[in-house]
């Protein structure tokens, strides 16, 4: 059974700061991973979607790195910014695209300024 | 182009009434995915719909819980009679193609007192 796994549950940085959010997962027989966000109240945005064959995706200031063998994943904000604020989440899709997602429970992100 | 709605965005009920919620995806995605949160737990699948038809519907909790897709387009999930277990953020999502990215809507909020 897959398991997704984030650590931290929550992290607060101030403005400026690189970080590094962290998504474990049982199965490494994953079909791709996706990292999402969420803002309160909202719905899941989704940011990057690695496929099982990538290491690694990149959008502006994110990019989001895949080691299958180790079933980790890991998400980079550069020069974080107040509205990075939110929970992250990652998710796996198993070993075929007709598989549904398994989510991890988050990261809750605060950016101070 | 419109996103995944989904309404309500909030419902109070009390045990033992029923509840429909619904779901439009982005026009022209077959694939439409049900999942759930209850407090405290990630994000879980429900069911997901390829059209009208039911490719997998291996995380439904029990046989009060009834989704439709007519005409493959909106869906609706009918929970009866709810229970407080039932308590949770039900969110929509749909992808054009099967292992593509998930889009989701902001989700409805059912309270069940």
């Given at each position: 059974k897959q398991e997704v796994t984030q650590i931290p549950a929550a992290l607060?940085?101030?403005?400026?700061?690189?970080?590094?959010?962290?998504?474990?997962?049982?199965?490494?027989?994953?079909?791709?991973?996706?990292?999402?966000?969420?803002?309160?109240?909202?719905?899941?945005?989704?940011?990057?979607?690695?496929?099982?064959?990538?290491?690694?995706?990149?959008?502006?200031?994110?990019?989001?790195?895949?080691?299958?063998?180790?079933?980790?994943?890991?998400?980079?904000?550069?020069a974080s910014q107040p509205g990075d604020s939110a929970t992250y989440l990652c998710a796996v899709r198993r070993n075929s695209g007709n598989t549904p997602l398994v989510f991890g429970k988050g990261t809750r992100l605060s950016v101070i300024a | 182009e419109a996103g995944v709605t989904q309404f309500p965005s909030h419902s109070v009920i009390e045990k033992g009434q029923t509840v429909t919620l619904r779901c439009d995806?982005?026009?022209?995605?077959?694939?439409?995915?049900?999942?759930?949160?209850?407090?405290?737990?990630?994000?879980?699948?429900?069911?997901?719909?390829?059209?009208?038809?039911?490719?997998?519907?291996?995380?439904?909790?029990?046989?009060?819980?009834?989704?439709?897709?007519?005409?493959?387009?909106?869906?609706?999930?009918?929970?009866?009679?709810?229970?407080?277990?039932?308590?949770?953020?039900?969110?929509c999502a749909s992808s054009q193609d099967r292992g593509g990215i998930q889009y989701f809507g902001a989700g409805t909020r059912l309270s069940v007192l």
């Open positions: 607060s940085v101030p403005e400026g700061e690189n970080l590094v959010l962290n998504c474990s997962f049982t199965d490494s027989a994953i079909y791709n991973l996706q990292w999402f966000r969420q803002d309160p109240g909202k719905g899941l945005t989704s940011l990057l979607l690695i496929q099982s064959s990538q290491r690694e995706q990149t959008s502006g200031r994110l990019n989001a790195s895949l080691d299958k063998s180790s079933g980790r994943s890991t998400l980079y904000i550069a | 995806p982005i026009s022209g995605h077959d694939n439409l995915y049900w999942y759930r949160r209850v407090m405290g737990k990630e994000i879980k699948f429900l069911l997901h719909f390829v059209k009208e038809s039911k490719q997998d519907e291996s995380g439904m909790p029990n046989n009060r819980f009834l989704a439709e897709r007519t005409g493959g387009t909106y869906s609706t999930l009918k929970v009866q009679p709810a229970e407080l277990e039932d308590s949770g953020v039900y969110f």
